[in-house]
């Protein structure tokens, strides 16, 4: 069974700092990896996917990387903004033919003034 | 561009009190819906998936059912709620292959009494 692992549940960074959050999966076999910011309260915003084929994506001051032989993501925010504080989630397909995405629990990100 | 909605935005029912949760997405056609819960410390969790009219699947054994009577309606329902039904259910639309990316909407809090 696949599981999807975030880690720190919280983090807490001053504003303009560079950050890396992680998420870790454990079967190789997966198809993409999503990654989803949600605010309290609120749904779940997509922020970058990354097909199995694929190394990285990029979006503004976001870069997403999948490491697949080492069950591995990252989510790097460049200059982070107190608008970002929210909580990051990351979600694994397994299968191509799957319509489960298995989701992490969350990093909770707070960005100090 | 393409907008999904979801009603109400917040509901509080007692226990054994039926359920209705919408979504409707607009502007896209034979989109694959979806059906996620979200309870307190735990991921999101996959409850159904409808590829097309009238085709539900669902992902764990549970009080609910779904249904698509149209193209791009989703319904949520429950004849008897349980306390356990609690959550914050959110609804997500994708377009074609199941690894395409996912679209969330913006939820509904259920609280059962």
């Known amino acids: 069974k696949q599981e999807v692992t975030q880690i720190p549940a919280a983090l807490s960074v001053p504003e303009g700092e560079n950050l890396v959050l992680n998420c870790s999966f454990t079967?190789?076999?997966?198809?993409?990896l999503q990654w989803f910011r949600q605010d309290p309260g609120k749904g779940l915003t997509s922020l970058l996917l990354?097909?199995?084929?694929?190394r990285e994506q990029t979006s503004g001051r976001l870069n997403a990387s999948l490491d697949k032989s080492s069950g591995r993501s990252t989510l790097y925010i460049a200059a982070s903004q107190p608008g970002d504080s929210a909580t990051y989630l990351c979600?694994?397909?397994?299968?191509?033919?799957?319509?489960?995405?298995?989701f992490g629990k969350g990093t909770k990100l707070s960005v100090i003034p | 561009s393409q907008t999904i909605h979801q009603w109400p935005a917040t509901l509080v029912q007692p226990v054994g009190s039926p359920l209705s949760l919408e979504c409707t997405v607009e502007?896209?056609?034979?989109?694959?819906l979806y059906w996620y819960r979200q309870a307190a410390g735990r991921g999101l969790q996959l409850l159904f998936y409808?590829?097309?009219?009238?085709?539900i699947s669902s992902e764990v054994p549970q009080n609910l059912s779904a249904s698509r009577p149209q193209d791009r309606q989703f319904i949520l329902s429950s004849k008897k709620l349980l306390l356990s039904d609690s959550g914050f259910y959110l609804c997500?639309?994708?377009?074609?292959?199941?690894?395409?990316?996912?679209?969330f909407g913006p939820g509904t809090r259920l609280t059962v009494l």
């Open positions: 997500a639309w994708g377009q074609g292959a199941s690894y395409n990316e996912q679209f």
């Open positions: 979600a694994a397909l397994l299968g191509a033919g799957s319509y489960q995405l298995t």
């Open positions: 990354i097909q199995s084929s694929q």
């Open positions: 502007g896209t056609s034979n989109p694959n």
């Open positions: 409808s590829v097309g009219i009238g085709q």
């Open positions: 079967d190789s076999a997966i198809y993409n």
